[in-house]
């Protein structure tokens, strides 16, 4: 009988089998630290709120699919690793309508329909890049969005001159520092002794969510 198929598309597995990508498994703790970093800031006050709330869990839960990913690499692991991130995205963004906006309703359905227009055509794009052949740096051009969303963020912030432009901004350097690792991994498996360096996309990319979470609990309080 033929082996269960499982994906293999990082340096570090080399092999089937749970523990393949011990480093690689292991750094998504850096995520969950970043969720339970923030999350006591958010639930002692009064005024906390459910959407806020889940946002952070929502950090935990990209811990766990993108372990499980790296240790079952499955296709419906795959799914659990990629779904949380996309959530976070959109939830993260609507969280950020509803404290500027506040109870603007038809202000916050605006926001985010120009979101996800935008988010549309930038898939579109990146789709386009992708046809015919491997996914280009590695696979990483999937979070061109959130990297336009965050750049565009820091922008916005800056003009309105509102403090949360330095959380923004530190977010989006270090988001391209980890996009640099993530799409560099299996250039330098040879350099780096089978390691690769997706598991400092890890531990960046957790950086950087712990900075956007730190950002709207500390300078985007709920509106009284």
């Given at each position: 009988?033929?082996?269960?198929?499982?994906?293999?598309?990082y340096c570090?597995?080399?092999?089937?089998?749970?523990?393949?990508?011990?480093?690689?498994?292991?750094?998504?703790l850096a995520?969950?630290?970043?969720?339970?970093?923030?999350?006591?800031?958010?639930?002692?006050?009064?005024?906390?709120?459910?959407?806020?709330?889940?946002?952070?869990?929502?950090?935990?839960?990209?811990?766990?699919?993108?372990?499980?990913?790296?240790?079952?690499?499955?296709?419906?692991?795959?799914?659990?690793?990629?779904?949380?991130?996309?959530?976070?995205?959109?939830?993260?963004?609507?969280?950020?309508?509803?404290?500027?906006?506040?109870?603007?309703?038809?202000?916050?359905?605006?926001?985010?329909?120009?979101?996800?227009?935008?988010?549309?055509?930038?898939?579109?794009?990146?789709?386009?890049?992708?046809?015919?052949?491997?996914?280009?740096?590695?696979?990483?051009?999937?979070?061109?969005?959130?990297?336009?969303?965050?750049?565009?963020?820091?922008?916005?912030?800056?003009?309105?001159?509102?403090?949360?432009?330095?959380?923004?901004?530190?977010?989006?350097?270090?988001?391209?520092?980890?996009?640099?690792?993530?799409?560099?991994d299996q250039?330098?498996?040879?350099?780096?002794?089978?390691?690769?360096?997706?598991?400092?996309?890890?531990?960046?990319?957790?950086?950087?969510?712990?900075?956007?979470?730190?950002?709207?609990?500390?300078?985007?309080?709920?509106?009284?």
């Open positions: 009988m033929d082996p269960a198929p499982y994906i293999d598309i570090e597995r080399a092999a089937a089998g749970f523990w393949a990508e011990p480093v690689n498994a292991l750094t998504n995520f969950i630290i970043a969720a339970l970093v923030a999350w006591p800031t958010a639930w002692r006050r009064p005024e906390r709120g459910l959407l806020e709330l889940t946002v952070i869990a929502l950090v935990a839960v990209i811990g766990v699919g993108s372990f499980l990913f790296h240790t079952l690499a499955t296709p419906f692991s795959a799914a659990l690793d990629v779904i949380p991130i996309w959530l976070f995205f959109f939830l993260y963004i609507l969280l950020l309508f509803v404290r500027v906006a506040g109870e603007k309703t038809f202000d916050i359905i605006g926001y985010m329909i120009g979101t996800i227009m935008g988010f549309a055509l930038l898939v579109y794009l990146v789709g386009l890049a992708s046809r015919g052949g491997e996914a280009p740096l590695n696979g990483s051009l999937q979070y061109a969005p959130a990297l336009v969303a965050m750049a565009i963020a820091s922008v916005v912030a800056v003009w309105r001159d509102h403090p949360v432009w330095r959380y923004f901004a530190g977010a989006t350097a270090i988001f391209i520092m980890s996009l640099t690792f993530r799409s560099l250039s330098t498996c040879m350099a780096t002794a089978g390691l690769g360096t997706h598991f400092l996309w890890h531990i960046l990319n957790a950086t950087v969510l712990g900075i956007l979470l730190q950002g709207a609990v500390r300078e985007l309080p709920p509106k009284n």
